[in-house]
């Protein structure tokens, strides 16, 4: 759902590479409901929708690494419409903690934390989501949802209400061999949906996370092609789980 921004030599990377871009929209999604997924940001490059996000504490939220642009970046927390923001309350300024290890979304390690600018309130709107503190595999048959701002078809538009999409899970190994032609995979990611489903994500909503049993598990990396009209490729997703020491190790101590 979200529209991610990409400059152009990384573009052309991924084209060269036949990845679909970073980030994606929500397929064949509906709209959240009021009052839930209360942990969705709006990472943000002036004052437009880049980039997905999700509140883990009153200080960080969470993303993808690729998300980061050499321009000052804002989160928005506390809507799930982009058209009704109080820039006073939800609009926050933010510093950038990328992944030490972070070189290209293909190679992995493809997650960044974001510190506000100042500690947040947290209320019936606004609310940190849990994260995984395990790794999830396909067979443990859990249900999944990924959600975001971005496209809801290939070229399409993105949307200024959050959408949300049921998405199974797929085995790694299945993972990999379908993708082999394509890309090979790095290790500390997950895969999920878009393959044998036409549910999946779009241009716009890399960054947003992969909740299962309603704790954060993954965080939207890329697809193939740039093509949303799934069935085709399994979507992407940086596993929480591989990085949550250094997750935990920020939150701690408060700063990168």
């Known amino acids: 759902m979200m529209h991610a921004v990409h400059d152009l030599m990384f573009l052309y990377l991924l084209t060269c590479l036949g990845q679909n871009g970073h980030g994606s929209e929500i397929i064949n999604g509906k709209n959240v409901p009021q009052n839930s997924m209360q942990y969705m940001a709006s990472v943000q490059i002036n004052g437009k929708h880049v980039c997905g996000g999700f509140l883990v504490s009153e200080d960080f939220v969470l993303t993808a690494a690729h998300c980061y642009k050499n321009s000052p970046m804002e989160v928005v927390i506390g809507t799930h419409n982009l058209k009704k923001v109080n820039n006073n309350k939800m609009r926050y300024s933010v510093k950038t903690c990328k992944h030490p290890q972070y070189d290209k979304a293909e190679?992995?390690?493809d997650i960044m934390l974001l510190?506000?600018?100042?500690?947040?309130?947290l209320d019936k709107k606004v609310k940190p989501i849990q994260l995984a503190r395990k790794e999830i595999k396909a067979k443990d048959n859990v249900k999944c949802q990924v959600a975001g701002w971005g496209f809801t078809e290939t070229n399409g538009k993105a949307v200024d209400v959050l959408r949300w999409v049921d998405v199974p899970l797929?085995?790694?190994?299945?993972?990999k061999r379908k993708l082999k032609a394509k890309v090979t995979l790095p290790?500390?990611?997950m895969c999920a949906g878009g393959s044998d489903t036409k549910n999946g994500f779009c241009q716009g909503d890399s960054g947003g996370p992969l909740v299962c049993n309603g704790t954060a598990v993954g965080v939207v990396s890329f697809n193939i092609y740039r093509n949303c009209e799934y069935?085709?490729?399994p979507n992407v997703y940086t596993d929480i789980s591989k990085h949550l020491s250094w997750i935990k190790n920020i939150l701690k101590k408060k700063q990168c």
């Not at 510190?115 to 309130?121: E, I, Y």
């Open 115 to 121: 510190k506000l600018s100042r500690k947040l309130q």
């Open 231 to 233: 069935p085709n490729w």
């Open 170 to 175: 797929i085995d790694l190994n299945v993972c």
């Open 187 to 189: 290790k500390g990611v």
């Open 107 to 109: 190679s992995g390690n």
